[in-house]
């Protein structure tokens, strides 16, 4: 078994990726090309960070039309874990997997520093090794996080427990502080923060090791 | 919906001198040509790009119009 990273043009998080699952937690990975349909053997599918399709049109507008996000909603949608980062949570929300949208920073800014972080593991299947309530730091990097969605929306989504992660100190404006949010299912995590940038204390923490060490078990 | 980016046109609006400036949305234009057999089917077909590619209707309202019809007779 394996975990496919998907690859767009213009991705640039795909390595680290790789680097983390690999280096860090010891699986095997397999980049799936934008092109690619195949997705047996794998596990789970990562979409990673970067500027798919240089994020022309709106972040993830295009991405959400390669032919391998029509095997990962597939896959999505009988049960498969899939986990978006930064871009790959803007893709997920083109797709529909997971509703809202993410648009330009409060302040228009690009963030690029660590987010303190609270954890509502609930039943998502990415975050079992985290407990409820618990604080956690990972890197963000930016332009385009801040959450958006209906407040009837908002209220749903806080009432089914998919506001799996909220920003402790709101950086951006996104609605409700969300970071990141699950599906009903709890298979498929979106989240602007980046943890295979927080995988090895040489680079900024251990704070995302669990999530993707949630792959092992 | 905050328009950030609308917002801070609309500060800078102020500091140029020009006051009363009480609304300012930044959006997009996109200007396309399209091969149609009729009107009906260019105007269906771009409803549908309009609703699932040039916008997202979470976070954006669109409108299009029709300009000129080129060879509509043929």
């Known amino acids: 078994m394996s975990i496919g990273i998907v690859v767009f043009p213009g991705s640039n998080c795909d390595r680290d990726v ?9 699986l095997t990975t397999r980049f799936l090309w934008h092109e690619d349909t195949d997705l047996s053997g794998l596990e789970a599918v990562v979409i990673p960070g970067g500027f798919s399709y240089g ?33 790959g949570f803007q893709v997920l929300t083109e797709m529909g997997l997971l509703p809202g949208a993410l648009t330009r920073n409060a302040r228009l800014h690009f963030l690029c520093e660590p987010a303190r ?46 506001v799996v992660l909220r920003y402790a100190s709101n950086p951006n404006g996104s609605v409700g502080d969300v970071a990141g949010l699950t599906n009903p299912g709890g298979n498929v995590l979106g989240l602007m923060p980046h943890p295979e940038r927080a995988c090895d204390p040489l680079t900024g923490g251990l704070d995302g090791l669990r999530l993707l060490a949630s792959l092992r078990s | ?64 119009e029709l300009l000129d019809l080129v060879g509509e007779q043929q």
Request: net charge negative.
């Open chain 2, 1 to 64: 919906m905050l328009d950030p980016a609308g917002e801070a046109t609309r500060a800078a609006a102020a500091r140029l001198g020009v006051e009363g400036v009480r609304r300012l949305r930044i959006g997009k234009a996109i200007e396309l040509e399209l091969e149609a057999p009729d009107q009906g089917t260019a105007q269906s077909q771009l409803e549908l790009l309009s609703d699932r590619l040039f916008a997202n209707p979470v976070i954006e309202n669109w409108r299009l």
């Open chain 1, 55 to 87: 994020d022309y049109l709106r972040c993830g507008a295009i991405a959400r039309f390669a032919p391998v996000l029509e095997s990962v909603q597939e896959f999505a949608e009988a049960g498969g874990a899939v986990l978006g980062i930064c871009n």
């Open chain 1, 18 to 26: 790789r680097w983390a699952l690999e280096g860090c937690v010891g």
């Open chain 1, 117 to 162: 972080l609270s954890v509502a593991p609930g039943n998502c299947h990415w975050l079992k090794g985290y407990s409820d309530g618990e604080a956690i730091v990972l890197p963000i990097a930016h332009g385009e996080g801040r959450y958006q969605c209906e407040s009837e929306q908002l209220a749903e989504l806080e009432a089914n427990g998919q």
